[in-house]
């Protein structure tokens, strides 16, 4: 452009200027919104964090050329207006879809997120996302979900242990009577084992008495011809008497 008029060299720097500083910048089509519709868009976009802009889109494409953000340029197409985010992308995205919703006449075309080109219906995805803080939360609370299992973890281990040693001082208090009933059975065997071994020290006695009594057995013997004898002497006695009585009868006969 030969000698730039000073106001649009400072609309370009703006364009420069803005597109720097934002972390986002979505690129929209107003036509056919009025003056009050455009003025609403803009209050609800500042309460998203988004600073909305009409600019001409000559002057836009000088301000991108040989920038990050040249790819833009297919998107200069029509009348173009140019949300600035500073801060939450999606907040901004959903606004202007909410709007879009109300107001057909309000057309996103696409957008700028750091050097990466979006499309529209990337925009429309981005508005379907949680917003920075829900997803912040989400982030934190599955950041602190293993700390607070572990913290559980930790409060349980005392009360766990105490557990534990409960249950073995039962176990081992269950079990003592259970050792002191089977001493005495284990002693019962123990005495009953003289009473089996007496039939068989009786048994053994009486195998060999026969052999030590041979001799008595003998001398009953003895002792009954000892009888015998006897028996004999006194038939011997009895013959003297009959011989005696036999004398005295006969001596009268004389």
């Known amino acids: ?57 000559t002057l836009v494409r000088l301000a991108v050329a040989d920038g990050p953000q040249a790819p833009i340029h297919d998107l200069l197409t029509g009348p173009t207006a140019i949300a600035f985010v500073a801060g939450d992308v999606s907040a901004v995205a959903k606004a202007l879809r909410d709007f879009a919703r109300a107001n057909p006449n309000l057309i996103v075309k696409g957008g700028i997120v750091g050097e990466g080109v979006l499309s529209a219906s990337e925009m429309t995805r981005l508005a379907d996302l949680p917003s920075r803080d829900a997803l912040l939360a989400q982030f934190a609370g599955a950041l602190s979900a293993p700390m607070q299992q572990l913290a559980g973890l930790i409060q349980a281990l005392p009360r766990n242990l105490a557990y534990g040693l409960s249950a073995l001082l039962e176990q081992r208090r269950a079990g003592e009577p259970a050792a002191e009933a089977e001493a005495p059975a284990a002693e019962a065997p123990a005495a009953e084992a003289p009473a089996a071994e007496a039939p068989a020290a009786e048994a053994a006695a009486a195998s060999e008495a026969p052999v030590d009594e041979a001799t008595p057995a003998e001398a009953t013997d003895g002792e009954a011809t000892d009888g015998e004898a006897t028996d004999g002497e006194a038939t011997d006695g009895e013959t003297t008497a009959a011989a005696v009585a036999a004398d005295g009868e006969a001596a009268p006969a004389e």
């Open 1 to 57: 452009m030969d000698n730039p008029r000073a106001d649009k060299v400072a609309v370009v720097d703006e364009v420069r200027g803005k597109l720097a500083a934002s972390d986002a910048a979505v690129l929209t089509e107003y036509r056919g919104l009025t003056v009050a519709e455009l003025a609403e868009l803009r209050r609800q976009l500042a309460a998203a964090g988004g600073d909305y802009k009409v600019y001409k889109n």
